[in-house]
């Protein structure tokens, strides 16, 4: 629906802001509330800065990620039916409809984390 490749952007942005201001005109919404905007409020810098504090290792990311991320992203990043692949698409950004993923688009790691809020979590 939103991509940049065929220019959808601008009319991705209008049918939100209609959907928003239904929703407004509705009573549908509310204001969010200071922890779900905590939640959301990632100002992670290239180089790291705004990361919470944490660490990790191979071993025990793959046992996260087995657990928590290849139910729908695959035990190798290969996406499950429909759910979004995190790994492949090398040499393909010139394509109609290119595959995004970690190696192939993301410039910076901070950029992942930011993407990488599991639904649900
Ligand atoms: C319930 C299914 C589900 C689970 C579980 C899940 N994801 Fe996702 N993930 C998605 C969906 C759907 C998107 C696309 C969201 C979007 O486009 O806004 C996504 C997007 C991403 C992206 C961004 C990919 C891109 O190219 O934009 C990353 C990185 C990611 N997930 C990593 C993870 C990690 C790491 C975990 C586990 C800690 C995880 N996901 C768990 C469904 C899931």
Redesign the pocket.
């Known amino acids: 629906m939103c991509s940049s490749s065929n220019g959808s952007y601008a009319r991705c942005a209008v049918k939100i802001r209609y959907i928003i201001i239904t929703a407004l005109k509705l009573g549908l919404t509310r204001a969010a509330l200071p922890e779900e905007i905590a939640a959301w409020d990632a100002n992670i810098r290239t180089n790291g800065a705004g990361l919470p504090a944490g660490s990790g290792d191979p071993v025990s990311g793959e046992e996260?990620?087995a657990d928590?991320?290849?139910?729908?992203?695959g035990d190798f990043a290969e996406g499950v039916d429909n759910?979004?692949?995190?790994a492949g698409g090398f040499g393909m950004l010139a394509d109609k409809d290119p595959v995004?993923?970690?190696g192939s688009?993301?410039p910076y790691l901070s950029t992942?984390?930011r993407?990488?809020?599991?639904?649900?979590?």
């Open positions: 996260i990620s928590k991320c290849a139910s729908c992203h759910w979004p692949v995190l995004k993923t970690v688009y993301w992942v984390w993407s990488a809020k599991p639904i649900g979590r």
